[in-house]
């Protein structure tokens, strides 16, 4: 895929898919349920079906009626032992949050993946786990990993690795658990699978104090079906408003976006930066936060974000160094470990990606360092990006200045985003899928 250099802006009205994060949770906690649950604007990616197919195969009953997903749920211990192992691609999510779940079931299971979620780290699930008496068996720290179903033993755990992939994999697996467990947080995480939870009735109770959170969550207690509109994903949104902030003569409408607080490191970024991003019609959908945003051309200014924001924002940081390679000044990103154990070592693509372009950067331990440049000379433009979805749109984003760029492994993008293409091209983005001829 190419990305060509735009003169005339980015503007319109692109359709932002459902949140991933939500989305995924939105297929797991209804089919534990007891009832019908209708879902809209579920994501329609390779990742969300990865997981609908999981429990497609565990006996649950989905139909996929078009413009809404209806799931028809009985009960927490309903899940059935599915004829092969279970399959999830690249989806990390679905790796973790179905260990949790999985582990507490009366039957044994398999959980496989593709190359690239095969490299990644799940003992930071199964240590966790463990301390409920969980049995998980990973191959090297890594997929595949095979669960020996059984009843699980109430724990309080402290999780010492902010993730919400590791928290919600505690959560499953404490909502399948006779007595009261408390999972301890010493730094927030995305909150989404609580706030479901407590939609659809769990017995848990949140204790927030700044940073620290205490969840106490009572299980074998039954879930009802409620249906669940999913809101826009901001994730996803991040390529459209920083294309719009970057590129002159630019003003784009985003709807029905979600701003949940525990993820909204990009905006406050972008907003430290200078950019111009109103924020319209705040509202509480779904008991998550969500608003519609007005993005126009900005003059941007470098930053500096200490490690805190790395827990808002881990996804967006592919994207906020390419809205960083146009400011007015230096910016640096402190603490960005976690980028390298993504679908890719992130951190190390756009160091290198950002040098190819022209863009004076450097890595010192865990911190991004960037100068912008005034004058772009392209060194290389074929874009790395090791089948990882979000370098292939941060770096078609970087086209719409300097392009054309070769994005390879574009096909990625399927996994999250896969109207991107389409939704780009509606608003000026000028890409080309797969040409002939290369020049």
């Known amino acids: 895929m190419i990305s060509y250099k735009i003169n005339h802006g980015i503007n319109g009205s692109p359709i932002i898919p459902g949140d991933k994060s939500i989305s995924h949770r939105a297929i797991i906690i209804p089919s534990i349920s007891n009832g019908v649950t209708e879902i809209t604007?579920?994501?329609?990616?390779?990742?969300?079906?990865?997981?609908?197919?999981?429990?497609k195969g565990m006996g649950v009953k989905i139909i996929d009626d078009g413009d809404k997903l209806i799931i028809y749920g009985n009960g927490l211990k309903s899940l059935k032992k599915p004829k092969k192992e279970i399959y999830l691609g690249n989806?990390?999510?679905?790796?973790?949050l179905l260990t949790g779940l999985l582990a507490a079931q009366n039957f044994d299971t398999k959980i496989t993946g593709d190359k690239s979620l095969s490299k990644r780290p799940m003992n930071r699930i199964a240590n966790p786990l463990s301390s409920m008496k969980a049995e998980i068996f990973t191959s090297n720290g890594s997929l595949p990993i095979k669960i020996k179903g059984k009843k699980l033993e109430s724990s309080n755990i402290d999780i010492s690795i902010p993730s919400a992939q590791i928290k919600s994999a505690l959560l499953f697996a404490c909502l399948n658990t006779q007595g009261k467990s408390t999972i301890s947080e010493s730094k927030i995480t995305r909150d989404h699978t609580e706030i479901m939870l407590k939609a659809f009735g769990a017995d848990i109770n949140i204790d927030a104090k700044g940073q620290k959170k205490l969840i106490t969550i009572n299980g074998l207690k039954e879930l009802k079906a409620k249906n669940i509109d999913v809101p826009s994903d901001l994730s996803s949104s991040a390529f459209f408003i920083v294309a719009a902030l970057i590129n002159k003569n630019s003003k784009i409408i985003l709807k029905n976006i979600n701003i949940n607080p525990t993820r909204n490191g990009l905006l406050l970024a972008l907003e430290k930066m200078g950019a111009r991003i109103n924020y319209l019609n705040k509202r509480i959908s779904n008991d998550e936060n969500v608003c519609d945003m007005e993005i126009s051309s900005s003059n941007l200014?470098?930053?500096?974000?200490?490690?805190s924001f790395a827990d808002l924002m881990i996804d967006e940081y592919p994207i906020l160094s390419v809205?960083?390679?146009f400011a007015d000044s230096p910016s640096i990103f402190r603490g960005l470990k976690e980028l390298r154990v993504k679908e890719s070592d992130r951190l190390n693509l756009i160091y290198l990606n950002l040098l190819n372009c022209g863009v004076d950067c450097n890595i010192i331990e865990d911190d991004l360092i960037i100068n912008p440049s005034k004058n772009f000379e392209i060194k290389n433009n074929n874009i790395r990006t090791d089948y990882d979805h979000r370098i292939a749109m941060s770096f078609c984003v970087m086209g719409t200045k300097i392009g054309p760029l070769k994005i390879n492994d574009a096909e990625s993008i399927n996994t999250s985003f896969p109207s991107f293409i389409n939704e780009f091209k509606s608003v000026g983005g000028k890409i080309i899928w797969n040409p002939i001829l290369y020049l």
Do not use: H, P, Q, Y
């Open 91 to 96: 989806s990390g999510t679905s790796a973790r």
């Open 301 to 307: 200014k470098g930053c500096e974000l200490d490690k």
């Open 323 to 325: 809205a960083a390679a």
């Open 41 to 55: 604007n579920i994501l329609k990616s390779e990742d969300v079906n990865n997981t609908l197919e999981a429990f």
